[in-house]
Each structure stands twice: as structure tokens, then as C-alpha cells.
């Protein structure tokens, strides 16, 4: 009964239900303009809350956290702009879809399952909190790189109708993300001697330009074009469409949970594996993955949502961040006098559950403002070419110098975007040089820890592997998705198909 109590403090205060209300509301609009990441944003607050009560500082805090992972999508889809790198999957579909006039639609889809995600992950973290941090605890480093290279071997689903040119893309994304120093030695790597490149070349910077700039130098092409009318009939998905899609949310829920509750992984890396899942399952989409496939929004939008309830059970459980924003979160709990790990369930329960009552009404909030202004928004994209072509090199380039404040990181911005160009224009597809650069740091220093932990002996990685169930699970796991996207599989999966054999 207490529990209960303590959930509903935020429902029941007017002051905590309008800072939920407000964050929620800014996190929306921050985490559409690309560079301005949630991440920075919570940071900034801790300078600003630092003198309120806890309660109210994490009402705000963690509207914002929700918000701004839900609104990505937005740039994602009408601009194929991601405004975080949780929506890298969103724009592959639902760009597509907005070019065919139903950005509307695309939008109204994601915010419902955004909310059946996040509900999800909710549910979760109140009901098995302790259950999936002992779980996300058995995680060796071992555990971690084969997570990496699982991730990586995605790039089969990204790469469109060409391995090759995917393979290839993902291998310039690991490359380009291990630039810099050596997170472990702190030797230099790929520098060439200048110090402007020991920090590495900003993510943010290279997203931005890859799908930002380079779809505005495509966009150049067809510049004396009209531009597609939107169709806004309906934006909130019928019972039937939600009823379609709730099988799959479920599924990709459960990875954005999981996947969110490890330490250093996030809702990015769970969209993208979500995304790859939903082309796994589904056997026969109404249109083709990559060409406006809802299933390629209803996979990505559930999971990296579900991520958010995911992240905080590692923190309020045991102290240990699941993702950048909550690292920042734990540092404002110790600020205002917290404990956050095994003692805070202990000692200051209340906590926990009042931080779970914040953050189902944010995702309620999430809903209600994600299903607001759509009809505003989707004019973006009926906007004369040149005017909106301007319009997406102004929020690349603020995006890009918003990061780090560094011109350095506009000029790298630029060079990928001509860079992102040409690759469009040989067939190449982005989305695995971005998963390259994602997974680049996890798998260098999981790989450079686990085979310290082994003492360089490579058999007694392999052994560790073979015996520990976990490991044994993820290695089966790499080696079939490994089989799957070889050609002779391909092939022979081809024949077996219906089509095939009439």
C-alpha cells in the first residue's frame, strides 16, 4: 500500500505533475533537433535543479529522459535527419514513408508504440527490477564483445540488396570509430599525429552528416520538383493496426529492456537489433523493409523506449548506470544527498517507486504531446525544395557545433555528408557505417578485457565461452546469424520460398 502511495506523489502534486508535464514537453522538441541530445540536456539541468528538492529535480530530469528519446523520430521520419542515435532504425522506414505523403501516419504509429514500449519497460522495472539486474550482473566482458559482434553482424539487415557493399560499410564505421586515443593504453590511433583528433571524431558529427547533408545534396537533384502533399487522414492508429503490431512490440519491447539494463549499451544499439529482429519475424510485410515498412517503426520505436525503464534498473538497483543519461541521473541523486544501489531499495524505497510513478505519467505526457502538432509538423516536408534544403544544412550544421561547441566537428559533419552522398550514390547504405561507429568502442574494450581477464590465452577466452551459459547462448547465437547471411544460405532460403518453387 505504501507503494502505491509513493507512485502516485507525482500524480497527486500539481507542482511534480506540471515539471513532469514540462519536461516531457521540452524533451520532445530537444530530442527532434539533432545534436541537442538528451544527454546534454539532463547535464544542463543539474546545474539548474542543484538547489530544489529532489522530488522536483527528478520529475523534471526525467520527463526530459523520456521525451527526448521519443523525439528523434520526429526529424527521423520528415527529414531523414535522426535526432538521436536511437532513431537511426526510425528513419530508415519512416522517411520513406513520408516521401510517399503519409509522414502523418508514420508519426501517429510511432508515438502509440512508443508508449507500448515504454509501458512495457515500465512494468518491468516496477515488477522485476531485482530479478533483471542479478541477470544484467552475469554479463562478462566476454559477454559484452560477443554482444558487439552480434550487433555488427546486423549489418546483413542494413545493407539492402548488397552484403558486399554492407560488409564494407560496416567496416568503415569500426574504423572511423577507432580514431583517438586508446580508451585502455591511451596510445594514439589513426591521429597522423594531430592532437585536434585524440579525442576521436564526434559520433553525433558523423550521423548528422551522413543522413543529414548528404539527403540535401540528394535532395539538390530533384530541386525543380514538386514536393508530396501529405495525406492526413487519421493519426491515431485503429484498434485493428495496433492489434497487428502488438505481437511484435512485445518482442521488441523485451530486447529494449534487457539491452537498455546492460551497462554502456542504450536504447541505440537495442533499436537497431529490434529492427533487425522485426526483419527476421516477419514473414510477408505489406511493403518491403527500407521502402515503408511499418513493421521498420514499430520494432525501433518499442525498443528504444522500453530501453528507458531498462536503464534504470541497473541504477536504482545497484548504482551501476545503464546508459549515459543515467549516469548523469546518479550524480544528481548523490547531490541531493542519495545513495543510489542496493541500499536505496533498502533504506529509501520510497525512491524507487516514486521515480517509477514519474516516469509512467512522462510517458503518458509522451503520448499526449507526441499526437499534438503533427498536422504543423508534417507541413515541414510539403515546404518548397529550396527552402527546405537550407533549412536541413542549418539544423546540420547547429547540430553538429551544439555538441562540443567546436567548428572542428562542422567541418567533419560536411566531410561525411559528401562522403554519405557519393556512397548513396553507388548503392552503398549508411546504416551500417553508423552501427560500425556505435559498436566500435564496446567491442574494442570488451575484446581488450577479455582476453586481459584470460591472461592473452585465446583458448581460455574460447573455454570461458564454451563453459558459461550466457556465453554459450550469445556465441550459438553469432554463429547461426553468422550461417544466415552467408550467400548459400541466401540462396537456399530463396529457393525454399513459395514463389519460388510455382
Same mark, same amino acid.
Given at each position: 500500500?505504501?507503494?502505491?502511495?509513493?507512485?502516485?506523489?507525482?500524480?497527486?502534486?500539481?507542482?511534480?505533475?506540471?515539471?513532469?508535464?514540462?519536461?516531457?514537453?521540452?524533451?520532445?522538441?530537444?530530442?527532434?533537433?539533432?545534436?541537442?541530445?538528451?544527454?546534454?540536456?539532463?547535464?544542463?539541468?543539474?546545474?539548474?535543479?542543484?538547489?530544489? %528538492?529532489?522530488?522536483?529535480?527528478?520529475?523534471?530530469?526525467?520527463?526530459?529522459?523520456?521525451?527526448? =528519446?521519443?523525439?528523434?523520430?520526429?526529424?527521423?521520419?520528415?527529414?531523414?535527419?535522426?535526432?538521436?542515435?536511437? /532513431?537511426?532504425?526510425?528513419?530508415?522506414?519512416?522517411?520513406?514513408?513520408?516521401?510517399?505523403?503519409?509522414?502523418?501516419?508514420?508519426?501517429?504509429?510511432?508515438?502509440?508504440?512508443?508508449?507500448?514500449?515504454?509501458?512495457?519497460?515500465?512494468?518491468?522495472?516496477?515488477?522485476?527490477?531485482?530479478?533483471?539486474?542479478?541477470?544484467?550482473?552475469?554479463?562478462?566482458?566476454?559477454?559484452?564483445?560477443?554482444?558487439?559482434?552480434?550487433?555488427?553482424?546486423?549489418?546483413?539487415?542494413?545493407?539492402?540488396?548488397?552484403?558486399?557493399?554492407?560488409?564494407? /560499410?560496416?567496416?568503415?564505421?569500426?574504423?572511423?570509430?577507432?580514431?583517438?586515443?586508446?580508451?585502455?593504453?591511451?596510445?594514439?590511433?589513426?591521429?597522423?599525429?594531430?592532437?585536434?583528433?585524440?579525442?576521436?571524431?564526434?559520433?553525433?558529427?558523423?550521423?548528422?552528416?551522413?543522413?543529414? =547533408?548528404?539527403?540535401?545534396?540528394?535532395?539538390? !537533384?530533384?530541386?525543380?520538383?514538386?514536393?508530396?502533399?501529405?495525406?492526413?487522414?487519421?493519426?491515431?492508429? %485503429?484498434?485493428?493496426?495496433?492489434?497487428?503490431?502488438?505481437?511484435?512490440?512485445?518482442?521488441?519491447?523485451?530486447?529494449?529492456?534487457?539491452?537498455?539494463?546492460?551497462?554502456?549499451?542504450?536504447?541505440?544499439?537495442?533499436?537497431?537489433?529490434?529492427?533487425?529482429?522485426?526483419?527476421? =519475424?516477419?514473414?510477408?510485410?505489406?511493403?518491403?523493409?527500407?521502402?515503408?515498412?511499418?513493421?521498420?517503426?514499430? @520494432?525501433?520505436?518499442?525498443?528504444?523506449? @522500453?530501453?528507458?525503464?531498462?536503464?534504470?534498473?541497473?541504477?536504482?538497483?545497484?548504482?551501476?548506470?545503464?546508459? /549515459?543519461?543515467?549516469?548523469?541521473?546518479?550524480?544528481?541523486?548523490?547531490? !541531493?544527498?542519495?545513495?543510489?544501489?542496493?541500499?536505496?531499495?533498502?533504506?529509501?524505497? !520510497?525512491?524507487?517507486?516514486?521515480?517509477?510513478?514519474?516516469?509512467?505519467? @512522462?510517458?503518458?505526457?509522451?503520448?499526449?504531446?507526441?499526437?499534438?502538432?503533427?498536422?504543423?509538423?508534417?507541413?515541414?516536408?510539403?515546404?518548397?525544395?529550396?527552402?527546405?534544403?537550407?533549412?536541413?544544412?542549418?539544423?546540420?550544421?547547429?547540430?553538429?557545433?551544439?555538441?562540443?561547441?567546436?567548428?572542428?566537428?562542422?567541418?567533419?559533419?560536411?566531410?561525411?555528408?559528401?562522403?554519405?552522398?557519393?556512397?548513396?550514390?553507388?548503392?552503398?547504405?549508411?546504416?551500417?557505417?553508423?552501427?560500425?561507429?556505435?559498436? &566500435?568502442?564496446?567491442?574494442?574494450?570488451?575484446?581488450?578485457? /577479455?582476453?586481459? &581477464?584470460?591472461?592473452?590465452?585465446?583458448?581460455?577466452?574460447?573455454?570461458?565461452?564454451?563453459?558459461?551459459?550466457?556465453?554459450?547462448?550469445?556465441?550459438?547465437?553469432?554463429?547461426?546469424?553468422?550461417?544466415?547471411?552467408?550467400?548459400?544460405?541466401?540462396?537456399?532460403?530463396?529457393?525454399?520460398?513459395?514463389?519460388?518453387?510455382?
Amino acid at each position: 500500500m505504501q507503494a502505491l502511495e509513493y507512485f502516485l506523489i507525482p500524480w497527486l502534486d500539481l507542482k511534480l505533475l506540471f515539471l513532469v508535464a514540462a519536461g516531457t514537453f521540452a524533451g520532445v522538441y530537444v530530442g527532434a533537433i539533432p545534436g541537442l541530445s538528451v544527454t546534454m540536456a539532463v547535464s544542463i539541468l543539474i546545474g539548474f535543479t542543484f538547489t530544489w %528538492d529532489v522530488n522536483s529535480a527528478l520529475c523534471l530530469m526525467v520527463g526530459i529522459f523520456m521525451g527526448g =528519446v521519443y523525439g528523434g523520430s520526429r526529424t527521423a521520419i520528415l527529414l531523414n535527419i535522426p535526432g538521436a542515435p536511437s /532513431a537511426i532504425a526510425t528513419a530508415m522506414d519512416g522517411y520513406p514513408m513520408a516521401q510517399k505523403g503519409l509522414a502523418g501516419e508514420a508519426i501517429g504509429l510511432t508515438t502509440v508504440m512508443s508508449f507500448i514500449g515504454g509501458l512495457i519497460g515500465i512494468i518491468v522495472l516496477a515488477v522485476a527490477a531485482p530479478t533483471v539486474s542479478d541477470f544484467a550482473l552475469t554479463f562478462q566482458p566476454r559477454d559484452f564483445m560477443l554482444l558487439a559482434v552480434l550487433g555488427i553482424l546486423l549489418v546483413g539487415s542494413l545493407s539492402g540488396e548488397s552484403l558486399v557493399k554492407g560488409i564494407f /560499410a560496416g567496416a568503415l564505421g569500426l574504423l572511423i570509430g577507432t580514431v583517438g586515443l586508446d580508451p585502455l593504453t591511451a596510445e594514439e590511433r589513426l591521429t597522423f599525429g594531430f592532437t585536434g583528433l585524440w579525442g576521436g571524431i564526434s559520433f553525433i558529427a558523423v550521423m548528422i552528416g551522413m543522413f543529414g =547533408v548528404s539527403e540535401a545534396l540528394l535532395q539538390l !537533384h530533384h530541386v525543380d520538383k514538386t514536393t508530396v502533399k501529405q495525406t492526413i487522414r487519421r493519426i491515431v492508429p %485503429d484498434w485493428v493496426s495496433v492489434r497487428r503490431y502488438l505481437p511484435l512490440s512485445l518482442q521488441t519491447s523485451g530486447i529494449g529492456v534487457i539491452i537498455g539494463a546492460l551497462p554502456g549499451t542504450g536504447g541505440d544499439i537495442a533499436a537497431l537489433m529490434a529492427y533487425d529482429h522485426a526483419k527476421r =519475424v516477419t514473414r510477408n510485410p505489406e511493403v518491403p523493409f527500407g521502402q515503408g515498412a511499418k513493421e521498420g517503426l514499430v @520494432a525501433p520505436e518499442t525498443a528504444n523506449n @522500453a530501453a528507458v525503464g531498462g536503464a534504470f534498473i541497473p541504477m536504482l538497483t545497484l548504482g551501476i548506470p545503464g546508459d /549515459a543519461v543515467t549516469a548523469i541521473m546518479i550524480g544528481a541523486l548523490y547531490i !541531493h544527498g542519495l545513495n543510489p544501489g542496493p541500499m536505496l531499495m533498502v533504506e529509501q524505497p !520510497h525512491m524507487f517507486w516514486f521515480i517509477t510513478g514519474a516516469l509512467m505519467l @512522462a510517458n503518458i505526457f509522451m503520448l499526449i504531446f507526441g499526437l499534438t502538432g503533427i498536422r504543423i509538423f508534417t507541413k515541414i516536408v510539403e515546404m518548397p525544395r529550396t527552402v527546405l534544403i537550407p533549412l536541413i544544412l542549418l539544423l546540420s550544421i547547429v547540430g553538429a557545433y551544439a555538441v562540443n561547441n567546436s567548428i572542428n566537428d562542422v567541418y567533419w559533419m560536411l566531410g561525411f555528408g559528401v562522403l554519405g552522398y557519393f556512397m548513396k550514390s553507388y548503392g552503398y547504405q549508411l546504416g551500417p557505417v553508423i552501427l560500425g561507429v556505435i559498436l &566500435s568502442r564496446l567491442l574494442d574494450e570488451n575484446w581488450r578485457r /577479455a582476453i586481459i &581477464s584470460e591472461q592473452g590465452s585465446l583458448s581460455g577466452l574460447f573455454k570461458g565461452m564454451l563453459t558459461s551459459p550466457l556465453s554459450l547462448v550469445l556465441l550459438t547465437m553469432v554463429v547461426l546469424i553468422f550461417i544466415s547471411q552467408t550467400p548459400i544460405w541466401r540462396g537456399i532460403r530463396r529457393r525454399l520460398k513459395p514463389e519460388s518453387r510455382s
